[in-house]
């Protein structure tokens, strides 16, 4: 039996497989192709725009798949959300679809754009917010290059943006956020009931939950004599308490504990001038709480 997985094509494809490379599962796939081959003999994955993902795993196509909860919105999709990833293709961070005008337009708040037009990739999350905040404007579906619509074919936008750089790139300020969005791994409510099917989904999740514990940090471990254990871990932090094993050497212990990444620099020289001696720094790809 194998697990039909549809992962997202274009701008989330190399995190999703530096992701899934954490988590243990290895994905290649050729540039012109839309089927992944990997490692693992029970899976079978294809490429597919996010912006699709949620109907196809609605309908069957695939058991699972990842895509975000924007699209799953958009969509109407009725899916099983089994766990939020919270990534994106530059950053660990959310992104967020936000209404977005020229920067010397008149329009300061949504309720300016009554009557107006708007152009934009997800038009049912745009009249949904609109009608939510009782506003009647005329919502167009955007091809692409949104960004460079306004003030020309349209009034104002809504865009997606992570870092807000292209925005800012043409001129455009945000007047109001829309929703926040992290991509979901979302499995077909029927293949959820399947029992071997769910174990293999639940067992994916745990370790892509796993790879997104361990980013940002690392693994120390250090040799101390057992009369410095009380000063070093005075300077140690730990994710609960560190691990303190007997060495063969009398008087001597061996400490270990995960930190975060950025905290490595500052740490090491304190902890050498504590009395601890043989640290070594490893990276990590999963942890597991």
Known sequence: MKLKLGLPKGSLQEATFSLFANAGYRFTVSPRSYFPSTDDDELESMLVRAQEMARYVEEGVFDAGITGKDWILENRADVHEVLELC??????????????????????????????????????????????????????????????????????????????????????????????????????????????????????????????????????????????VEEILDVLPAMKKPTIAELSEDGWVALETVVQEKTVRTLIPLLKRAGAEDIIEYPLNKVIY
């Open 87 to 228: 990534y994106s293709k530059q950053s660990m961070r959310p992104c967020r679809w936000v209404l977005a005008v020229p920067e010397d337009s008149p329009f300061e708040r949504v309720e300016d754009l009554a009557g107006k037009r708007i152009a934009t990739e997800v038009v049912n999350l745009t009249r949904d917010y609109l009608k939510k905040k009782g506003v009647e404007a005329d919502v167009e579906f955007s091809w692409g290059a949104t960004e460079v619509k306004a003030p020309e074919l349209v009034d104002a936008i809504v865009e997606v943006t992570e870092t807000g750089s292209s925005l800012r790139a043409n001129n455009l300020r945000v007047i109001e956020e829309i929703l926040t969005t992290t991509p979901r791994l979302i499995a077909n409510r029927k293949s959820w009931e399947d029992g071997w099917k769910r174990e293999k989904i639940e067992n994916i999740a745990l370790l892509l939950n796993g790879a997104l514990a361990a980013e940002g940090r690392a693994g120390l471990k250090l040799n101390c004599p057992k009369d410095k």
